[in-house]
């Protein structure tokens, strides 16, 4: 089956410091890749992807690779604010639109 | 009105109650999904639906009952549920054609059962 992993939270880190949350996947065929965003209070929000291997999908300053040969999807911040205090998702879709598998989501607080 | 919709986006019942959450999306999409979130616990993915069809019911209890009108709204009809049942219900829509198949979530309606 298909299963997505995320590195265990929460993660604190002060502002302007660098960012990774990791996120490898397992999928049988070939997916693509997400990253959403979950403000408090609010539903998930899509914050980039990637549909093919060496893909990057960036937004608001972060990015993430789409790495076949590691099955990774790693998140990265060059500098994190205050206001990206959110719970991340990586997820995967593949096989049709009802496929979709999410991780367990990394709350990360940025403190000032 | 744009996006996904939710409401309410706050409800407490009592055990025996019967009560109904409502989807609405404007972006055109085919597919609607009822999600289950509750704290410490992996994104539980409850029903899909696809132009009214469902195609996917995962192994929910019947005290959720889903419908789908058309392809714009969704609801989940909820009855006799148990405290276990309290979490934030988030509605989704995508395409249900193409390459990628993002999806996208309304805000979530907060749901207390005492």
């Known amino acids: 089956g298909n299963s997505v992993t995320q590195m265990e939270g929460p993660v604190t880190l002060s502002e302007e410091a660098f960012l990774t949350i990791n996120c490898t996947y397992t999928?049988?065929?070939?997916?693509?890749l997400f990253w959403y965003v979950q403000y408090p209070g609010e539903g998930l929000q899509l914050l980039l992807k990637a549909t093919k291997a060496d893909d990057k999908g960036s937004n608001k300053g972060f990015e993430a690779t789409y790495r076949k040969e590691t099955t990774s999807f790693h998140l990265e911040k060059g500098s994190v604010q205050v206001s990206d205090s959110a719970v991340y998702f990586c997820?995967?879709?593949?096989?049709?639109?009802?496929?979709?598998?999410f991780g367990t989501g990394t709350k990360l607080q940025v403190i000032p | 009105e744009t996006g996904v919709t939710q409401t309410p986006r706050h409800l407490v019942m009592g055990m025996t109650n019967k009560k109904s959450l409502k989807c609405e999306q404007h972006?055109?999409?085919?597919?609607m999904y009822w999600y289950k979130q509750s704290a410490k616990k992996p994104l539980e993915l409850m029903f899909v639906?696809?132009?009214?069809?469902?195609?996917e019911n995962n192994s929910v209890p019947s005290r959720f009952s889903p419908e789908c009108p058309n392809s714009s709204h969704l609801f989940l009809h909820l009855h006799t549920l148990q405290p276990e049942d309290s979490a934030l219900y988030l509605c989704?829509?995508?395409?249900?054609?193409?390459?990628?198949?993002?999806?996208?979530f309304g805000p979530g309606t907060r749901l207390t059962v005492t």
């Open positions: 972006l055109g999409h085919n597919a």
């Open positions: 989704a829509s995508s395409q249900d054609t193409g390459s990628s198949y993002e999806q996208y």
């Open positions: 639906y696809n132009f009214k069809e469902q195609t």
């Open positions: 997820a995967l879709s593949v096989g049709g639109y009802q496929k979709v598998t």
């Open positions: 999928a049988t065929g070939y997916p693509s």
